[in-house]
């Protein structure tokens, strides 16, 4: 399959709207609201108390699905290029990203005295680690587009903005940095699959099938350590999917195809 240079524009963060969901898994409506900007931050005298036992506990598997993700992610780049050799190079440049967002979240568990559990993290991304593996080995790189460009980007790019506001100062810089990477990243696969969507929906239609439960049995998991950490488990799971959903919507799909798609978190 050729690939085309990508071009299209660049995915910011989200500025002055609130979000309110039909239901958890449903796709978002949005609606303008002036003061939602800030509405979920969290004041400094509001902040988790990073020193303590219960903390550090759920800190050292958050921190070790980070960097876990990030590995992951670099590893996929790379495999992703053996796939499209004539993008090779510009998904090197997205793996390397990736190394040093790595970096930086091994600091911040560092910073904290942390220890992260990696066994943990290895075994949270098995599922879609091995739907990758298995996509690679067939050839499909729609379904390894999917998987990594945006089922895992907009779960990381969900988790950092909810994270953020309740992180500590170290963290905070470090991750304010990653989040605009990760929009890159995202775009890159989106805008990959919008050139291609003619010859790639059924692909694309059946690896969201097989994939986005993975996704909400994800956020199911991480979610007591979560909300130790500060973040609550319906945030990730709007945040996930108004990301998820402005990619779809980037790559050409309706609103009422949006809604089929994301129904299958329902009943997978």
Known sequence: MACCAVTGRQRQPRGDYSYRLITDWSMPILEPNASAAGASRVD????????????????????????EGEQEAHDNYISIGTLIPDQAEELARLARMEMKHLKGFTACGANLGVVADMDFAREFFTPLRDNFQQA???GKVVTCLLIQALLIEAFAISAY???IPVSDPFARKITEAVVQDEYTHLNYGQEWLKAHLNECREELEAANRANLPHVRRMLDRVAADAAVVGMA??????????AYQEALTQIGFTSKEIARLAAAALVG
């Open 44 to 67: 400094g005298e509001g902040l988790p108390d990073f020193t303590t036992a219960h903390y550090k506990d759920a800190y050292s598997r958050i921190n070790a699905i980070v960097i």
């Open 136 to 138: 690679l080995a067939e």
């Open 161 to 163: 903005h909810i994270y």
């Open 233 to 242: 488990k319906e945030d990730l799971i709007e945040d996930f999917l108004i």
